[in-house]
């Protein structure tokens, strides 16, 4: 069964930082390509990035140059390193796996 499992939201002022993870545990981690998506309140759930087995890595318009993708094989993580924040970053930000979902983790960017 796969299970995904997001951490590291929070509440972060403009121009600051955050990183999520995604545990990931029910899959051959080394041969999933896994995605990060963020959903605003009264907007519908987005693509934000898009990472390969091999860490070829793709990005929202939105969200380029500012966040970076990144995968773990060892730790079957993957990463969302996100700079630079803006208070439209602000959503829920869900890890996907093969149409699989994790629970969600909150990013909030106000000052």
């Known amino acids: 069964q796969v299970q995904l499992v997001e951490s590291g939201g929070g509440l972060v002022q403009p121009g600051g930082s955050l990183r999520l993870s995604c545990a990931a545990s029910?899959?051959?981690?080394?041969?999933?390509?896994m995605d990060w998506y963020r959903q605003a309140p009264g907007n519908e759930r987005e693509l934000v990035a898009h990472i390969t087995p091999s860490g070829s890595t793709n990005y929202a318009d939105s969200v380029k140059g500012r966040f970076i993708n990144s995968r773990d094989a060892a730790k079957k993580t993957v990463y969302l390193q996100m700079n630079s924040l803006k208070p439209e970053d602000t959503a829920v930000y869900y890890c996907?796996?093969?149409?699989?979902w994790g629970q969600g983790t909150q990013v909030t960017v106000s000052s």
């Open positions: 029910g899959i051959i981690f080394r041969l999933s390509s």
């Open positions: 996907n796996c093969e149409g699989t």
